[in-house]
């Protein structure tokens, strides 16, 4: 199994920066997919940004033009650039991994996950 760890949350002014990061442990070498979800008190559980091995990435509607998801060159360590915070963006941000298993299954792990407050 694959264990996930983020870190780099905290509390920021609207307008301001955060890089959140995911380091991934154990069976890393059936990781086909990261990505970031997160959630906030009342609001659905979203997912905001994905990147695959092959390094490309994808955005919700929500953070285009303001995160970057990018990795490490051996895609154990994958990272959330967040740029022009908004108070909407608070929430507890999860990393995601999903692992490819034989027959076109697959299983998704969750880290812990990381508070990030956005102040007016």
């Known amino acids: 199994q694959v264990q996930l760890v983020e870190s780099g949350g905290g509390l920021v002014q609207a307008g301001g920066s955060l890089r959140l990061s995911c380091e991934a442990s154990?069976?890393?070498?059936?990781?086909?997919?990261m990505g970031w979800c997160r959630q906030a008190p009342g609001k659905q559980r979203e997912l905001v940004a994905v990147?695959?091995?092959?390094?490309?990435?994808n955005y919700a509607d929500s953070v285009k033009g303001r995160f970057a998801i990018s990795g490490n060159d051996i895609k154990n360590t994958v990272y959330l650039q967040m740029n022009s915070l908004k108070p909407e963006d608070t929430a507890v941000y999860f990393c995601?991994?999903?692992?490819?298993?034989?027959?076109?299954?697959?299983?998704?792990?969750w880290g812990q996950g990381t508070q990030v407050t956005v102040s007016s």
């Open positions: 990147i695959t091995s092959g390094g490309s990435g």
């Open positions: 995601n991994a999903r692992l490819d298993l034989p027959y076109g299954r697959y299983v998704n792990y």
């Open positions: 154990g069976s890393i070498f059936s990781i086909s997919a």
